[in-house]
C-alpha cells in the first residue's frame, strides 16, 4: 500500500470513528444515566485535563523549557480572560506580553 493511501485510508477510518463517537453521545444520553457525582467529576476533568493541555503547552517545546516570556503571555492572557475581556484584547495583550518580553532579551 502506498504511503498516500495508507493516509487516505487514515483519515477516512478517523472521521468515521470521530463521527460515530459523536453520534454515540446523543443516542446514549436517553439510555445511560449519570449520577450527580459523576456528572460533576466528569466536569472538574475536563477542567483538569485542558488546564493540562495549557500548562504543558505554555511550558514546554518538546521536552525542554521554553523560557519565561510564553508562560508570562499566557498567565497575562489567562488573568485577562478570567476577568471577562474581550477576546481579541486577550489576544493582543497576551501575544504582546511575549513578543515584548522577548525584544528585552527574556527569553
Avoid: C, H, Y
Avoid at 8 to 28: H, N
Avoid at 44 to 49: D, E, G, P, S, Y
Avoid at 74 to 101: C, D, N, Q, S, Y
Amino acid at each position: 500500500m502506498s504511503t498516500t493511501m495508507g493516509l487516505v485510508l487514515a483519515t477516512i477510518v478517523l472521521g468515521a470513528g470521530t463521527f460515530a463517537f459523536r453520534l454515540a453521545g446523543p443516542l446514549l444520553r436517553e439510555r445511560v444515566e449519570l449520577s450527580p457525582r459523576v456528572e460533576k467529576l466528569l466536569g472538574v476533568a475536563a477542567v483538569v485535563l485542558l488546564a493540562a493541555l495549557v500548562g504543558t503547552t505554555a511550558l514546554l517545546d518538546e521536552q525542554e523549557f521554553v523560557g519565561f516570556a510564553r508562560p508570562a503571555g499566557v498567565a497575562v492572557g489567562g488573568i485577562l480572560a478570567w476577568k471577562k475581556a474581550p477576546f481579541f484584547v486577550v489576544v493582543l495583550a497576551a501575544a504582546g506580553t511575549a513578543a515584548g518580553l522577548r525584544v528585552l532579551g527574556v527569553n
